[in-house]
């Protein structure tokens, strides 16, 4: 076949399928397909299981359980990593600061038990309330890292404060899920990213995310 004439009729069969998907377009309305990607991005999205803390004033408290309260302590910190995710994604969120809290539960005669005295205490619309009740890094034989802890928590109105408005059921962190991390790297570089990511976890229970972060849980230490 004359090479000329092959060129014209590929060049021609190219012309009709675009002409064809350009009919597509124009008879569904015009409007379809972005309307089609509008909806995929919005299918992605995945709603908070509680939005009760929106506007209001919020006292976050992890207590732990092996340790009741130690100053600068893993309780300590998910306690301020949940704070400042919260901060950053709840709409008119208002946090009673880290400080007050602590100063309030330093100042009690007795180990602070009951969530719902610290709200009290320091007058917060709701409390959070994170039972830490185990917290490691060393994997058996020391050689390698890897972060599991317990984690259950409950959030109460004040309003109401008899019965919890909402509960996270006890639930098991491991970070990095499917591999160790060998001690060459920093343990306290470590204890942080993971202490992150179980905020990042607990905090996703208050605010609407986009659920394409479920599939990088493990942004640094990964092999």
């Known amino acids: 076949m004359n090479r000329t004439l092959l060129s014209r009729r590929v060049c021609l069969s190219r012309m009709l399928g675009l002409g064809a998907l350009t009919g597509v377009v124009a008879n569904s309305g015009g409007c379809t397909f ?12 995945v709603e908070a299981n509680f939005k009760g803390l929106e506007g209001k004033k919020v006292a976050v408290v992890c207590l732990d359980a092996q340790t009741l309260r130690q100053p600068g302590g893993d309780a300590d910190a998910l ?12 709409k008119d969120i208002k946090l009673v ?4 809290v602590a100063d309030w ?10 969530f719902r005295d610290v709200g009290k205490g320091v007058k917060a619309d709701m409390v959070i309330g994170v039972d830490l009740k185990s917290c490691g890094i060393y994997e058996p034989g020391g050689t390698t890292l890897r972060g599991r802890a317990k984690v259950e928590g409950k959030v109460y109105d004040m309003s109401k404060p008899q019965e919890p408005a909402y509960v996270i059921e006890e639930e098991q962190f491991t970070f990095p899920e499917h591999h160790e991390v060998h001690v060459t790297e920093s343990a306290e570089n470590f204890r942080k990213l993971f202490i992150q990511q179980m905020a990042h976890r607990l905090a996703k229970e208050f605010y609407s995310y986009d659920k394409m972060l479920d599939f990088n849980p493990d942004p640094k230490f990964i092999s």
């Open 34 to 45: 972005l309307s089609q990607l509008v909806l995929t991005l919005e299918d992605r999205r």
């Open 79 to 90: 306690a301020r990593a949940l704070s400042k995710e919260l901060a950053a994604n709840v």
């Open 97 to 100: 600061s880290e400080s007050k």
């Open 105 to 114: 539960m330093d100042n009690q005669r007795d180990d602070v038990v009951d």
